[in-house]
C-alpha cells in the first residue's frame, strides 16, 4: 500500500487542522491505520492509530480530547482532526499502515507516508 499525507500547514495556537491519507491499492481496509509525528529533534511518537475495522481507537495522551481520527473505507483515506493545537504539536505528521503488532508501537508500522509539516505558532 502507497500512502500520501496532506493538510499541514502554519497554524496559530488554538487553531484546528485536518490532515488526510490517502492510500492506494486494493489491501487498505486490510491495514490498521496510524498518525504519528516527529517534532525537531526529537523521536518518532505515536498519535492516534484506527484498526482495520474500524472498531477500535487508541490515543496517545497529548491527543485525547483533541484529535480525532477516522478511516473511510471508500475513499481508501484516513483524517486526523486536530483542535485546540499548541506549539508543541509543531511536528511532521505521517500516517503509516500495519498488519501486526500494536498501534501504538512505532517499529510497528511497515508503511508510511512521506509526511506532511504542522507548524503552531504560539
Known amino acids: 500500500v502507497q500512502l500520501q499525507a496532506s493538510g499541514g500547514g502554519l497554524v496559530q495556537a488554538g487553531d484546528s487542522l485536518r490532515l488526510s491519507c490517502a492510500a492506494s491499492?486494493?489491501?487498505?481496509?486490510?491495514?490498521?491505520m496510524g498518525w504519528l509525528r516527529q517534532a525537531p529533534g526529537k523521536e518518532r511518537e505515536f498519535v492516534m492509530g484506527?484498526?482495520?475495522?474500524?472498531?477500535?481507537?487508541y490515543s496517545a495522551d497529548s491527543a485525547k480530547g483533541r484529535f480525532t481520527i477516522s478511516r473511510d473505507s471508500v475513499k481508501n483515506t484516513v483524517y486526523l482532526q486536530m483542535n485546540s493545537l499548541k506549539p508543541e504539536d509543531t511536528a511532521v505528521y505521517y500516517c503509516?499502515?500495519?498488519?501486526?503488532?500494536?498501534?501504538?508501537?512505532?517499529?510497528?508500522?511497515?508503511?508510511w507516508g512521506q509526511g506532511t509539516l504542522v507548524t503552531v505558532s504560539s
Open positions: 503509516a499502515g500495519k498488519r501486526i503488532g500494536r498501534l501504538m508501537t512505532t517499529s510497528s508500522y511497515d508503511y
Open positions: 491499492g486494493r489491501t487498505f481496509n486490510n491495514y490498521d
Open positions: 484506527i484498526t482495520w475495522s474500524g472498531d477500535r481507537i
